[in-house]
């Protein structure tokens, strides 16, 4: 990964959706968040073609007033929140 990071926000999509490339136009990470959810989750993966995971953002609760964020791992295991 080589800095500085550029991020693109797709304006015209139904779910925000979030692009991060390095200096070099190589992707770092596609990140998106599911649409209609009560909950929020959002999901990092490794480019957009969405085939692996990296991570991923869960709220505990459906309003977001001082909801809990609790990031995991690909494979579910708590990294902190």
Known sequence: MNFPLSIRFKIFALSPQIFVEDS?????CYVKQKLFRLREKIELFQNSTRQQLIATIEADRIIDFSAKYTFKSASGSPLGS
């Open 24 to 28: 070099t136009g190589s992707s770092v």
